[in-house]
């Protein structure tokens, strides 16, 4: 019986994700997308800046700010419509989901508007013809010069849901090819020996060929379709009359030639984040990250406790419902990966009311690890012999009184040391929100790999520090419980 | 006569699952009665003693504890009326995060409400009876069995119960240490402590209980004096299980 409860209360919870979900997919019937953008007086572009010279980040004044083409196409955009610019960050293969979900208003992030992508989203006209390269480390330089033709049966790395992908599957027979989330851990692939070569845009080669004396950029000689050769930008399904007036600024920039400047400029910012690529020059951004790590794991360890412990006595208690959802919520946060947990929150619960990244990132983690402290609460309860709780009641104390006199205080003393490694394993697992966009220790170790094109130096950096966070915390910690065990 | 009642147990049973673990049970206990429950384990010795005090709650029947029927009694009720019966058991469960001291004045300050003084004056001269006051300050752990059960002793009396329930006290401690435990036990019997006391200890039965009950199959089968139990018993079963016990 009890069996059938947690089966009933666990297909509600999925119930609930399917539900919310599905209702991302509803289409305005009325197309007032135009006046939308203009009523907010902003628009939010998305974008992923490992694409230099179309969209990277460098660092003016010791804030991060992402430039390139594409930030010098959307402003004037933005300035055409007469509103404000926001810059939304993200991996690529999350830009369409968050264009979907209304994250963003537009998607310009070097972007080709193949057919398949045209299903989902509303293509502008295009404004930059490219073309497609391959990256190759400078050795093996002659062995591809006949571009796509030298890679069959190579290994070939391109960005996840990218048209350079598609591409490598289609085009070079027995090609393995490998996806990544990121140019910049394709560079470093390429660089190990992991992948023989890169498929990305040409800007974005030759980018990466001239700061990296490494690397050569080759032709990459694929065949092209239409949609296939630029990049455009894309818009939420049935946006019609924002992307009538978005294509009146691409004629403009077109007719005046107008990339050539943009990329000019880019050019300047790339120049000057390349000058200096030793790791302390960029502390800035490796702290900023700790202090974001820091901060998510905190508040979500909080949230987990307070969480946790309710959960806990829920499933302690004998109120059968409660029990069972309880148990029901443990089984299903346990059963499912936090990395799912993040983009629900962000991108589903997103749907209904509209989070921000870094909250979104926190209330997954704080979801996430309520679920663990619950049964460590449990198992320290569980864990005090039922003897204790007998003789507590045995003198006259209610239940209550028992647990919290006489079983929660040694209780705790089991508890606190699952409760650190929950505490440490926090601070390494939150890593995983930086696929949305939130700036924590792993998002400035990609960002410092795209403005160094310096791939293992900070994963060196970032790696030294998450040890020296976990150390420090797990001496504190130490510190505490053998002062506790000291006491009794 | 009726006044002198302290316990009355009416057709009490209890089942786990489909184990009947006592079969119907009706005795009564005056004030000041020395009780001693014997038989073999798995007679439903301690499961008796813990339904008179509603640790393990009676499937059926009822307990009237000075007039009152535990059975049916709200748990907040329950609680108030457990202060008045002290237990004891097997395995002590002292607290063992707490000192000496500390385990006896924590009831009577969260229950009672008695400051912490008048707590403290309180456990002294209760450890003092026990003859331990010298490790007021000391922890459980450091403490071999006998005095951890004479401190749980000692902190069931702080309570100032009307009767105190004894759950195997002795069974599991080193024999060397179980004269000092029944010492301290039989100078309660002898200060008019109701006691009910579940042991395997036939001297001290003997020589302490006013009345002993043998129990056995879930039913008490037979109770008399120490004399009539020990040295004339009538059932066959109670003779049964002296003959194997008094061999020894």
């Known amino acids: 019986m009890k069996k059938v409860l947690h089966v009933v209360l666990a297909f509600l919870f999925s119930l609930v994700t399917v539900l919310s979900l599905a209702n991302a997919h509803q289409v305005n019937a009325a197309d007032d997308s135009l006046q939308k953008i203009k009523d907010k007086g902003t628009i939010v572009m998305g974008t992923s800046p490992d694409y230099a010279p179309y969209e990277f980040l460098v660092n003016v004044g010791g804030k991060n700010r992402v430039e390139g083409m594409d930030v010098e196409v959307a402003k004037q955009i933005a300035s055409d419509l007469g509103v404000k610019l926001k810059i939304k960050q993200m991996d690529f293969d999350q830009l369409l989901v968050a264009l979907e979900t209304k994250k963003v208003d537009m998607v310009i992030s070097g972007m080709s508007p193949t057919p398949a992508r045209a299903k989902n989203v509303d293509f502008s006209h295009i404004y930059y013809k490219g073309g497609q390269d391959i990256l190759v480390n400078k050795a093996d330089a002659k062995i591809y010069a006949k571009g796509k033709d030298a890679l069959r049966n190579k290994n070939i790395g391109a960005q996840t849901g990218s048209l350079q992908y598609e591409l490598a599957k289609k085009q070079v027979p027995g090609a393995t090819v490998k996806g990544l989330g990121k140019v910049t851990d394709l560079i470093l692939a390429l660089k190990s020996h992991k992948v023989d070569a890169v498929n990305v845009e040409k800007p974005v080669a030759e980018a990466y060929a001239s700061n990296d004396k490494t690397l050569t950029a080759i032709d990459g000689r694929y065949n092209l379709g239409s949609g296939e050769t630029g990049t455009a930008i894309g818009f939420h399904k049935g946006s019609t009359t924002l992307v009538n007036a978005v294509n009146k600024t691409l004629d403009k920039i077109k007719k005046q030639n107008k990339t050539k400047a943009y990329l000019e400029t880019a050019g300047k910012y790339m120049a000057g984040n390349t000058q200096n690529t030793t790791m302390i020059h960029y502390w800035k951004y490796f702290a900023l990250g700790v202090g974001y790590t820091l901060l998510i794991s905190a508040i979500a360890v909080v949230m987990g406790v307070v969480i946790g412990v309710i959960l806990a006595l829920m499933r302690l208690g004998k109120n059968k419902v409660l029990h069972g959802i309880a148990v029901a919520y443990i089984e299903f946060i346990r059963g499912t990966p936090l990395m799912v947990q993040v983009m629900f929150v962000y991108f589903g619960i997103g749907v209904l009311v509209q989070i921000p990244a870094l909250t979104a990132g926190i209330i997954a983690v704080g979801i996430n690890s309520s679920a663990y402290v619950a049964e460590i609460i449990r198992s320290g309860i569980d864990s005090i012999p039922v003897g204790q709780t007998e003789a507590a009641r045995s003198l006259g104390m209610s239940k209550n009184q028992a647990m919290s006199n006489v079983v929660l205080p040694q209780a705790i003393k089991n508890i606190w040391p699952a409760l650190g490694n929950e505490f440490i394993s926090l601070i390494k697992e939150s890593s995983i929100v930086s696929i949305i966009g939130v700036t924590d220790l792993i998002y400035q170790l990609k960002v410092v790999q795209t403005a160094t094109y310096r791939g293992i130096a900070p994963i060196a950096v970032a790696m030294v520090l998450y040890f020296v966070m976990t150390f420090t915390l797990s001496r504190v910690l130490g510190h505490f419980e053998g002062k506790m065990n000291h006491e009794g | 006569m009726k006044d002198n009642v302290l316990l009355d147990i009416k057709d009490v049973t209890k089942s786990f699952g489909k184990n009947k673990v006592l079969t ?199 109770k008399g004096t120490p004399e009539h139990i020990f040295e004339h018993p009538e059932q066959d079963r109670t003779k049964d299980f002296l003959s194997k016990v008094l061999e020894q």
């Not at chain 2, 202060?83 to 009577?108: C, H, R």
Request: contains cysteine; negative net charge.
């Open chain 2, 24 to 222: 119907g049970i009706s005795e009564t206990v005056n004030k000041g009665d020395v009780i001693v429950v014997i038989g073999a384990s798995g007679g439903g010795k301690s499961t008796f003693l813990r339904s008179l005090n509603c640790l393990s709650k009676p499937t059926s029947g009822h307990v009237y504890f000075e007039g009152t029927d535990l059975v049916t009694l709200p748990d907040k009720k329950l609680d108030e009326v457990r202060e008045k019966m002290g237990m004891v058991f097997q395995s002590f469960n002292l607290f063992p995060n707490k000192t000496v001291l500390d385990n006896i004045t924590l009831a009577p300050m969260k229950v009672k409400g008695m400051d912490q003084n008048a707590a403290n004056e309180k456990a002294h001269e209760l450890l003092k009876q026990v003859g331990l006051d010298e490790k007021a300050d000391a922890y459980p752990s450091s403490l071999s069995g006998g005095q951890q059960q004479r401190v749980a002793i000692a902190r069931a009396l702080a309570m100032e119960p009307d009767v105190m329930l004894f759950d195997e006290p002795t069974s599991a401690l080193d024999p060397e240490m179980v004269g000092e435990v029944l010492k301290v036990m039989q100078d309660l019997a002898k200060s008019g402590m109701t006691m009910i006391v579940v042991t395997h200890e036939m001297g001290f039965a003997r020589k302490v209980a006013d009345q002993v009950w043998f129990m056995d199959g879930g039913q008490i089968v037979e």
